[in-house]
């Protein structure tokens, strides 16, 4: 049973978590108690590795009934990919790597001829909009609702980011990061960056927009994945189905490209010399040095 505890009853604690105004849609259904137990079953059938307690999954459950017909809904959901999305959207480890294998790969197949790097470029967006909650608000796949098939449901997603791709204010809005972000790689509280002036501030953040955006998507998405998002490098190498060390090096690869793209664009925009620009280049180095640091621990 994965490793997980079941609750008495399912039944119980589905009519718990349904919402108030959807709660009509399991009264009287008939054998719910069994048809809870069944779409459990099948879920971790289909992803023994993957572990996720009975209450959980019931929760994600609850949240997805209909006001009326959840009879219908429950006989016809597809019980093994809503388990999957559910894991998924609480951070479990092997569901993100069964996700990464057995529905994201499987994407680019279905989305038409496209060129390798558009086809990096959208399952790099498609991790990040699908798997990364924000604040209080959870990741984007604890909407799948189990009604058609998550591979279907994702295709669908990848479509749309295909065509958002397709436009240059597309692009921009994806992958531009506003200056205030990029600012965040020095911190707020650091003496040494109140001694800059304000235009080389203003150059910094520039120019590492500018390198950015010269970088290839894959090393960027990696970049903000870490140093944006907070995600580990054990988090990323579960996402990416690779090993900590291939991550881990090619995130410092990433990092040395940026300082290096950073560097030549501060030695255009700015008339200094060069100690000066190696000064002002150690700030960023240094808040990226602090964050690789923490977040390897």
Request: include cysteine; aromatic fraction near 2%.
């Amino acid at each position: 049973m994965s490793g997980t505890q079941d609750v008495d009853s399912l039944a119980a604690l589905l009519r718990a978590h349904v919402p108030p105004e959807r709660s009509a849609g399991v009264e009287g259904v008939e054998e719910l108690e069994t048809l809870l137990r069944e779409l459990l079953r099948t879920g971790r059938e289909a992803w023994p590795a993957v572990t996720l307690p009975a209450e959980t999954f019931v929760r994600h459950l609850a949240r997805h009934l209909p006001a009326e017909g959840g009879a219908e809904v429950l006989r016809h959901l597809h019980g093994a990919d809503l388990y999957l999305a559910c894991a998924c959207a609480v951070g479990e480890r092997q569901a993100l790597l069964a996700f990464e294998q057995h529905v994201l790969q499987k994407v680019p197949a279905r989305l038409g001829q496209l060129a390798a790097s558009t086809v990096d470029e959208v399952l790099q967006v498609m991790r990040q909009r699908l798997l990364l909650g924000r604040g209080d608000t959870p990741p984007r796949i604890a909407d799948y609702s189990g009604r058609g098939p998550l591979l279907a449901w994702v295709r669908i997603i990848g479509v749309r980011i295909v065509g958002e791709l397709a436009s240059q204010d597309g692009r921009q809005e994806l992958f531009d990061e506003p200056p205030e972000t990029l600012a965040r790689m020095l911190a707020p509280d650091d003496p040494e960056r109140e001694l800059l002036k304000e235009d080389s501030r203003q150059a910094l953040v520039t120019a590492l927009r500018t390198a950015l955006a010269a970088m290839p998507e894959g090393e960027r998405a990696l970049l903000r994945l870490h140093h944006i998002h907070g995600l580990t490098m054990d988090r990323l190498a579960t996402m990416y189905g690779e090993p900590r060390s291939s991550i881990a090096r090619r995130v410092m690869q990433s990092r040395e490209r940026l300082l290096k793209l950073t560097r030549g664009e501060l030695a255009s925009r700015l008339k200094l010399d060069g100690s000066e620009l190696e000064s002002l280049l150690g700030l960023v180095r240094s808040r990226l040095d602090l964050s690789l640091n923490r977040l390897m621990d």
